[in-house]
């Protein structure tokens, strides 16, 4: 246990869970990142748990922990309503590093349907700026309530394939994928966000063969000061995708 809901304590959660009869559904959702009061009743009063609980967890002595399922669910440009991009969008290669960004801004709510809203939002605000964009620059978003949406239109598909297109968020650095967390102020990332984040992170990373090091901050590559109040967060956000792509 790490004293805070990063990996480690995200892990340790869904073993305790696990071995002491919760349903596999509930250890599956421990598991992407959301730990239901009931769990943590059952870690803190073991002795307390039901009848089904307890024969669960005397069936699971000895057996292996599943694993994670489901964890990666990126809604793709079609999916949340894009405009087509102005023209083709090439295909660049292999990447070498992901650019961390910061929205400076928030979604109208916190549904999908405002995730929705908000990835269309700032595909407009891209696509009508002067000089503007052919699409939107990034390639994907995170939002507060933990949903991945793609960016830049053909972004999923390329790094499933192990490469990226060209894209629009980083001087320098437009061969390799962008990230914008929905953010703004001093605000730190919601675990819903941090979670779905990482799992995007150790997607590419496992994809491209990235590695935690490069996970890089928009500010490196252009005068800003993206990705904001999130920039202190870097250091441990990547020593915990470090310890994902170690398991």
Not at 49 to 59: I, K, T
Not at 76 to 87: L, S
Not at 95 to 119: E, M, N, R, V
Not at 224 to 236: D, I, Q, S, Y
Request: hydrophobic letters at 40%; glycine letters at 10%.
């Amino acid at each position: 246990m790490d004293g805070d809901c990063g990996t480690l304590t995200i892990a340790a959660t869904a073993r305790a869970a696990f071995f002491l009869g919760a349903m596999e559904s509930t250890v599956h959702k421990v598991q992407r990142g959301e730990i239901p009061g009931g769990v943590v009743a059952m870690v803190a009063t073991p002795r307390a748990r039901s009848a089904e609980q307890r024969r669960r967890a005397r069936e699971r002595r000895g057996m292996p922990l599943p694993a994670a399922r489901g964890r990666l669910r990126v809604i793709t440009a079609a999916e949340w309503g894009a405009v087509a991009p102005a023209r083709a969008i090439p295909r660049v290669g292999r990447p070498d590093k992901i650019i961390f960004h910061h929205t400076d801004g928030h979604a109208p709510g916190p549904t999908l349907a405002d995730a929705k809203a908000y990835a269309r939002s700032i595909q407009h605000d891209h696509m009508h700026r002067n000089p503007p964009f052919i699409d939107s620059g990034h390639n994907f978003l995170v939002t507060r309530s933990g949903f991945i949406l793609e960016g830049r239109h053909g972004s999923l598909k390329a790094i499933e394939d192990g490469v990226m297109v060209n894209s629009a968020h980083a001087p320098g650095a437009n061969h390799d994928p962008g990230i914008e967390h929905e953010h703004k102020g001093s605000e730190q990332m919601t675990p819903a966000q941090r979670a779905a984040s990482l799992d995007l992170h150790e997607f590419i990373c496992r994809k491209t063969g990235i590695s935690p090091e490069q996970v890089l901050p928009h500010r490196q590559f252009t005068g800003t000061e993206c990705p904001g109040a999130l920039l202190p967060e870097l250091p441990r956000f990547r020593a915990d995708l470090k310890g994902r792509l170690a398991a």
